[in-house]
């Protein structure tokens, strides 16, 4: 919080150049804007954590007495802390439930390997700007558990298809991203 008078002086500073002011100038005025309100932020945050966090008092309501049914003066007493819990001294029985079943871990698509500058190459290119015959290609490699199987699937469904050259470097690359794929399963 110390820099925010600072910052507003040179904030001042700047102004004064008025008519003289750069486009710099403006931007340097609008970065010390965001550094000011970043730190007011801040303070507001730590200002309403140390309110929340002051030791609350008791009001008690006036109680009427048996003997005299006057009410008494309220009572102002700080909240006292409990006493900790003594820790049992052995463990506690464990129920006999049955153990759920360990979930498959999932996996993410292929397409989440796929930069969006490589799919629009890949649809273009491999396979003759048709997205949707693309998107079922990824889809079925997703579902496949083996590199292997994937290359095997490619080479007899889509590659005489859509002419596949193996020496194409945008056909390298989809094989690039087919490894980095299966290399994470």
């Known amino acids: 919080m110390q820099r925010i008078p600072t910052l ?3 904030m001042s500073d700047l102004a004064k150049l008025n008519e003289k002011a750069t486009v710099i100038d403006i931007d340097l005025m609008m970065d010390y804007t ?3 309100y970043a730190d007011l932020l801040e303070w507001r945050a730590r200002a309403l954590f140390n309110a929340s966090i002051e030791t609350p008092v008791i009001q008690q309501t006036p109680l009427a007495t048996p003997q005299t049914d006057t009410p008494q003066q309220p009572i102002n007493e700080p ?14 029985p464990i129920p006999a439930t049955p153990t759920p079943p360990v979930e498959t871990k999932q ?8 930069g969006i500058n490589d799919k629009y190459l890949f649809i273009s290119e491999l396979f003759g700007n048709n997205k949707t015959a693309y998107e079922e290609v990824l889809d079925e490699i997703s579902n496949m558990e083996t590199h292997q199987q994937a290359r095997n699937w490619l080479d007899v469904h889509v590659i005489p298809g859509f002419n596949w050259q193996e020496e194409n ?10 490894n980095s794929f299966f290399s994470l399963r």
């Open 8 to 10: 507003l002086q040179k």
């Open 34 to 36: 965001r550094v000011i």
């Open 79 to 92: 909240i006292q802390q409990a006493e900790p819990m003594p820790i049992a001294a052995e463990p506690l």
């Open 107 to 114: 996996f993410k698509p292929i397409s989440k390997f796929i």
């Open 169 to 178: 470097e945008t056909v390298q690359s989809f094989y690039g991203v087919l």
